[in-house]
């Protein structure tokens, strides 16, 4: 396997296990299960559910405020806030999200806050080419396979493959329904290729918890 797709492969299966992981966790919060975040990030956590704000956006801004945190942020103090994003070797994209993340947290707390300004250059988005596609499937194991060949073929995001249930998969007419979208997306039914329509059952069931 060339080094790209050999990267491919550790980066979709450290992404969707992470993304899925950190859901899993905003989710025992929200049911008040008991977690590993302390008491400051399940208040945020409530605070945000009652703004409607989807739980994919929730767990990420967790994850990004858990990390600032664990480098010894005080996220009741800008200062120490800005202290860290500036002294622990972020790149600018890192810097931007990590801000926007404090920002929503300062919003709900009701922490007066200037935001840095932080500007970086968005890099180019590479498109796979379709064989490349098909070698990283082949490459995968089964359930990131089964993963990947219907995110292709749908589009759908991690989160939006974590809620597909069963029956929103028309197997005799290959459409699959997303139901759930996330980011302002509409829900949409596509049409599937006939092995992500044989793959997509088994995905939904290693998926969902």
């Not at 009652?50 to 994919?56: L, N």
């Not at 800005?82 to 404090?102: I, W």
């Not at 028309?170 to 049409?191: F, M, V």
Request: aromatic share 8%.
């Amino acid at each position: 396997m060339s080094p790209y797709l050999r990267h491919g492969c550790k980066w979709l299966k450290k992404k969707s296990a992470k993304n899925l992981t950190i859901q899993a966790i905003v989710k025992q919060a929200i049911a008040g299960e008991k977690t590993n975040l302390d008491t400051q990030l399940i208040q945020y956590i409530w605070k945000e559910k009652k703004r409607r704000i989807a739980d994919s956006t929730i767990a990420y801004r967790v994850f990004r405020l858990t990390v600032l945190k664990n480098r010894g942020t005080n996220l009741d103090d800008p200062e120490s806030f800005l202290t860290v994003l500036m002294t622990e070797g972020f790149s600018d994209a890192s810097k931007f999200h990590y801000t926007q993340a404090y920002l929503s947290y300062t919003k709900a707390f009701k922490i007066p806050f200037e935001k840095p300004h932080i500007t970086y250059e968005a890099k180019e988005q590479y498109t796979p080419k379709p064989y490349e596609v098909t070698t990283l499937v082949q490459n995968l194991g089964r359930e990131q396979a089964a993963l990947c060949q219907t995110m292709g073929d749908t589009g759908a995001r991690v989160g939006e493959m974590a809620r597909l249930l069963e029956c929103e998969i028309d197997a005799q007419i290959r459409i699959i329904y997303i139901n759930h979208p996330e980011k302002g997306s509409k829900a949409r039914k596509i049409t599937v290729s006939e092995q992500t329509n044989c793959n997509a059952s088994s995905a939904t069931k290693e998926i969902q918890p």
